[in-house]
């Protein structure tokens, strides 16, 4: 049983991502998994690849991490060039954009949700690229579409074992609404729930 952290598009944001690293331990995860774009729009790079690299976390390939537009340290260019589109553990999906493999469309609306539950089998699915979290439910009334269900920041949403879910975790380096906090998720699998985290001491370390 493990409670497992999913960060995203960090995007060179350092501060940031230091803020989401401490609460991530002090929410005791015991795992942690990026979902990708580790460079691009910030001023450390560098040193957000190399922290990662150190202390050995998971990460997937974003669209950031094989089109940036400057040029890297030949190891940081090398550990970014391999990193695996996907991660797949027990039916559970890691991903940057979308599991999909003709039209990787951003996960951001219930109808590309739901295509995405009508050509997959997975029962959770774990997505970054949109810098907006969401949490989508097979399981709607509505023909042709997911559920678009509400959550609460840092408060555990219980999830249905009948139900399949698409989660989309923020942003740890800038984001894309008005909350300019960074934002990440929590997996519960003992649980079976999911904690949408907003990271308050990023005010004080630099975050924007």
């Not at 150190?54 to 950031?64: F, K, P, R, S």
């Not at 509400?150 to 008005?178: C, E, H, M, W």
Request: aromatic fraction near 10%; charge should be negative; include cysteine.
């Amino acid at each position: 049983m493990t409670r497992t952290a999913l960060i995203s598009d960090i995007h060179g944001h350092l501060f940031g991502l230091k803020a989401v690293l401490s609460d991530i331990k002090l929410n005791q995860c015991e795992r942690i998994i990026c979902l990708g774009d580790l460079v691009e729009g910030g001023d450390y790079d560098q040193e957000v690849v190399c922290l990662l690299s150190d202390l050995n976390i998971a990460c997937v390939q974003g669209n950031h991490d094989r089109g940036y537009a400057y040029e890297l340290d030949k190891g940081v260019a090398d550990f970014l060039l391999n990193l695996p589109e996907n991660i797949i553990k027990e039916n559970i999906l890691y991903t940057h954009i979308s599991p999909r493999t003709h039209r990787l469309l951003p996960v951001n609306n219930p109808i590309e949700a739901w295509n995405i539950f009508d050509e997959t089998d997975y029962r959770l699915i774990f997505v970054g690229h949109v810098h907006i979290p969401f949490l989508f439910g097979e399981h709607c009334e509505e023909a042709c579409s997911a559920m678009v269900h509400p959550f609460q920041y840092n408060k555990a949403f219980q999830l249905d074992n009948t139900d399949r879910y698409i989660i989309s975790v923020g942003a740890v380096g800038y984001s894309r609404d008005k909350i300019k906090k960074p934002r990440y998720v929590i997996y519960d699998d003992k649980a079976n729930t999911v904690e949408f985290r907003l990271v308050e001491a990023a005010l004080l370390a630099g975050f924007s």
